[in-house]
């Protein structure tokens, strides 16, 4: 147990439809992360915030929107689903910020998206 | 696009065999980790290795990285069932300051057979 939580754990929707996906980082973190893992594009990095401010983009749809709250918890917006946005969708956390420094990440279980 | 390609994609052995498993980047970074995910399950950080290190170990792991080829290895020695997974390395971008994004291979699928 990584100690990240994630839920919900499965998500099956419709195109068209608008989901969130919520994310509780381990106790201490101030960085929380985003990914996206498909088939076709593998791993993918979208969006990292710090102590509540947006700190790096990836390569995140403008359908897409996230957000983190003073209590640190996070949430990923989908909005206007498609087929293709059908994946696991992970957030991670770590204590830091920099690159450079110790930068290991603690990944959640993820939380798995269909979209029909 | 993924900074970190692996070779090889999947790779088939005998339980108490070494596994070998490689990383190539494309751009200067600080360091590089692997990370071993479940079937389907959240990724788990192995090991992480600076860029101003040549090798480290972590009990059966043993990771190599090579700056001028921009590439990495790991090594799992004395295998077992239980290792059955799949094994991303994944790279910060040394210039990418004030930012923890990590830009992850395509993975490698080890299958340790009893």
């Known amino acids: 147990d990584s100690g990240v939580t994630q839920t919900p754990k499965h998500l099956i929707t419709a195109t068209g439809q608008r989901v969130t996906l919520r994310c509780s980082p381990r106790s201490g973190d101030l960085s929380v992360y985003w990914y996206q893992q498909s088939l076709d594009q593998g791993l993918q990095f979208l969006i990292q915030y710090y102590n509540g401010e947006e700190r790096a983009k990836g390569n995140i749809l403008e359908r897409f929107s996230a957000q983190q709250f003073p209590d640190l918890h996070s949430e990923l917006n989908l909005s206007s689903l498609e087929l293709g946005d059908s994946a696991l969708y992970f957030c991670?956390?770590?204590?830091?910020?920099?690159?450079?420094?110790?930068?290991?990440?603690?990944f959640g279980p993820g939380t798995r998206l269909t979209v029909l | 696009s993924q900074q970190g390609e692996e070779d090889p994609q999947a790779l088939s052995i005998q339980e108490g065999e070494n596994a070998t498993m490689n990383c190539s980047y494309k751009t200067s970074i600080n360091n590089l980790q692997w990370y071993r995910q479940n079937s389907g399950r959240g990724l788990v950080h192995l090991i992480l290795?600076?860029?101003?290190?040549r090798e480290k170990h972590s009990g059966r792991l043993r990771v190599t990285l090579d700056t001028s080829k921009k590439s990495s290895s790991l090594l799992i020695t004395a295998s077992r069932a239980a290792d059955t997974a799949s094994y991303f390395c994944a790279t910060d971008e040394r210039g990418s300051s004030n930012t923890g994004k990590l830009i992850f291979g395509q993975g490698t699928t080890l299958q340790v057979k009893p």
């Open positions: 290795i600076r860029s101003n290190e």
């Open positions: 991670a956390s770590s204590v830091d910020l920099l690159a450079g420094v110790l930068n290991e990440q603690f």
